[in-house]
């Protein structure tokens, strides 16, 4: 019989045969002993979204049987900082499905994915992660759907100037080497992430090219595949580490820093979403948008202002939510127009016959690709808290079937007009805007805020620790004291440079 599992990068899928999602303890045991891995790490993310490590050496079968079971005690009060010392402990459980061999170890290492627990066993209400989970949760059992998303992850790589094959100034879409230099780490990241678990789409080059001084900046991307969305939370955090820990090992920088400098291309982390029930995407009817994806659509647009809080959560922010940016400002929605807040990208419905055009010899292709549609959220950046920012969205979902009219709310923020453009001044005046601070931001949770504490989704304390620190940023007015001042900027950009 052949192995379903045999083009699988990842080597646990192909020792194990079976999917991620069957992975068990014993199945785990028997890879370790059988693949003489001799280190086993612990991963999870704290208040800060970045990920963390707890690293034990495999000594005996009775140890390693030992903390798979049970976990192992963390200061919870200095991975979140809205745990009181005195009362801080925390356990880490590995969640099985997770495990990936760690592909930077010197030492055979296995790494495992964790979920916190307090004291009395219960998952705790104030992890990112869990707060995804309880989100999806609500989303489920309030509209009967799944909810799958898939994030672009853009990214600069910087490095020393190079005098040949230059690429003019932010001109580097899909560029193709050796006008683009960074294209094999791009391509050494995607085979990682791949290995680990990751389902990805494509990798290219993106518009952002610059130069200042002896430095060279590149902007790239890699997109994912739509997919369950705690896997989707899961493989970003892990994208990003990788694209990091690849730079780092070949001497130059990655940043995810949402703005770099003036007038350049910033770094955003658009979220395609869809919502499925039974293994059908619900988003598209009959060829067209159907009125579930408006419903949540309409809980997208009307969150916007606070879903900021968790998708731009830093100064620089506020500087690519420009015009003119390719980033939205305007509280609205369209079809393929890039300068909405969300996008419904071009789909696969209803046209001809491409494949046969492009290929005569071929048969007529029947086969219906309309699942592949999405829609897009396109205001978040690098600076995101991940598993926040996606229970956010899921949380504007589930609202946007909750609220009074969202239809004809749908029917009223849609445009097809570039509102940037002069002569849609009207069209683009009559529109809500996004906030233009951190400060700004908070106060929009704080109006917001019932509607994410709703169900016991989102922990009050976080959420009213994210707003002080928010607010703490005192930005109400930065971007018209700093202005175009390069120097001040980079400042700024320096300050924040490994944010997310």
């Not at 419905?349 to 999405?374: C, R, V, Y």
């Amino acid at each position: 019989m052949t192995n379903p599992f045999s083009l699988s990068l990842n080597p646990l899928v192909r020792f194990l045969k079976k999917a991620p999602k069957d992975f068990t303890r014993n199945d785990l045991i028997r890879y370790i002993e059988e693949q003489h891995i001799e280190m086993l790490n612990f991963r999870y993310v704290g208040g800060d979204g970045r990920l963390k490590t707890l690293n034990f050496v495999i000594s005996d079968k009775e140890q390693l049987i030992e903390v798979l079971s049970s976990g192992e005690r963390v200061d919870g009060s200095s991975l979140f900082p809205y745990i009181e010392a005195g009362n801080s402990d925390l356990y880490v459980v590995p969640r099985f499905r997770t495990a990936f061999l760690n592909p930077f170890s010197d030492l055979p290492t296995l790494d495992i994915l964790c979920s916190f627990y307090d004291k009395n066993g219960n998952p705790y209400e104030g992890s990112p992660e869990y707060i995804l989970q309880k989100a999806h949760q609500q989303l489920k059992e309030k509209t009967g759907f799944d909810f799958e998303v898939m994030g672009e992850l853009e990214y600069y790589v910087i490095s020393e100037k190079e005098p040949y094959f230059v690429t003019n100034d932010q001109r580097g879409y899909h560029e193709s080497t050796p006008f683009t230099k960074w294209e094999h780490l791009r391509r050494e990241a995607m085979h990682a992430i791949t290995s680990v678990g990751g389902n990805i789409k494509y990798g290219h080059s993106e518009v952002g090219n610059f130069t200042v001084g002896n430095l060279e900046y590149e902007q790239n991307e890699i997109e994912f595949k739509p997919c369950n969305l705690e896997d989707a939370a899961d493989q970003l955090i892990i994208g990003k580490w990788i694209l990091r820990s690849l730079a780092h090992q070949y001497g130059v920088t990655v940043t995810f820093a949402p703005k770099i400098t003036v007038g350049k291309a910033g770094s955003g982390l658009h979220i395609h979403t869809r919502l499925m029930k039974d293994g059908v995407n619900q988003m598209i009817k009959n060829g067209k948008i159907s009125d579930s994806a408006k419903k949540a659509i309409s809980g997208y647009l009307d969150l916007a202002p606070s879903l900021t809080a968790f998708g731009n959560t830093n100064p620089t922010s506020y500087f690519r939510l420009v015009p003119h940016q390719e980033a939205p400002t305007n509280i609205c929605w369209g079809d393929r127009n890039r300068s909405v807040l969300v996008r419904v990208p071009l789909g696969w419905s209803g046209q001809k016959d491409m494949l046969k055009h492009a290929n005569p010899i071929e048969e007529d292709n029947t086969q219906d690709f309309s699942s592949k549609q999405t829609v897009e959220f396109r205001c978040p950046d690098g600076s995101a808290d991940i598993y926040l920012l996606l229970a956010g969205l899921t949380v504007a979902a589930r609202h946007g079937f909750e609220m009074k009219d969202s239809l004809a709310y749908a029917d009223k923020t849609y445009v097809d007009v570039n509102i940037f453009e002069a002569a849609n001044q009207a069209k683009a005046d009559s529109l809500k805007k996004l906030p233009v601070s951190c400060f700004d931001s908070a106060l929009a949770l704080e109006q917001q805020k019932a509607i994410y504490l709703k169900y016991h989704v989102f922990e009050e304390r976080m959420l009213d620790g994210l707003i002080a620190k928010l607010k703490a940023y005192q930005d109400q007015n930065l971007r018209e004291e700093i202005g175009n001042d390069e120097e001040k900027i980079l400042r700024m950009v320096d300050r924040f440079f490994h944010c997310g």
